[in-house]
């Protein structure tokens, strides 16, 4: 039977996207050429998130971009049939990317999201930020910004809830 227990409750949630926010500012030096690309599905909504913390810090509206990864991903076949749903209608050339995703698990969905992005343009800098980093990496990828490191097993499940998806903001861990 699957245990399952909440580590993060909304409030701090909250807390940690604040902090989040303003260690982006912090790191760059305001928003200036700052552009923000959530990884979809949940990724989005947290880049949103982050946006708007921005707004009220600095009353600055900092372009956020929706990213489709399907068509990167590894485990399957590449079809140029599949229309992708990205939806970045600013150009990243140039531009300080921050990717943020809810959970960085193996890193293998980074590493599609920055084959990704490099289709849009050639980018100054590309940094990311997650909410949950749950260790297992399988590639040399790091997260510049982190919500909370969860050490996990494999055999656990990370299971990000988000108000504007699931009706409530926490974070819950399961185990099989
Ligand atoms: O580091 P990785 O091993 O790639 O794992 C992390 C990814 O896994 C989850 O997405 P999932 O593929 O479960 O789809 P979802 O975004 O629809 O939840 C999560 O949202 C991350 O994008
Ligand atoms: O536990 C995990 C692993 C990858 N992605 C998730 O959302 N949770």
């Not at 749903?85 to 600013?90: A, N």
């Not at 749950?134 to 990000?160: A, C, F, M, W």
Request: aromatic share 4%; proline share 2%.
């Amino acid at each position: 039977m699957a245990f399952t227990k909440e580590i993060i409750d909304a409030e701090t949630m909250g807390r940690s996207l604040k902090r989040i926010s303003h260690e982006i500012l912090e790191r760059n030096k305001g928003t200036k050429d700052l552009v923000i690309i959530g990884i979809k599905s949940k990724g989005v909504y947290i880049a949103n998130r982050i946006a708007k913390n921005i707004k009220t810090i600095e009353d600055v509206e900092v372009s956020v971009g929706e990213l489709d990864i399907t068509n990167y991903r590894d485990d399957i076949e590449k079809d140029e049939s599949l229309n992708s749903t990205s939806k970045i209608e600013f150009s990243v050339e140039g531009k300080k990317v921050v990717l943020i995703d809810d959970v960085l698990y193996t890193g293998r969905t980074v590493r599609a999201a920055l084959d990704a992005i490099m289709d849009y343009g050639r980018a100054n800098e590309i940094q990311l930020a997650t909410l949950i980093d749950r260790g297992h990496r399988e590639l040399p990828i790091r997260p510049d910004y982190v919500g909370k490191n969860i050490p996990t097993s494999k055999q656990e499940q990370v299971i990000v809830k988000l108000l504007e998806k699931d009706g409530t903001d926490g974070v819950l861990i399961s185990k099989k």
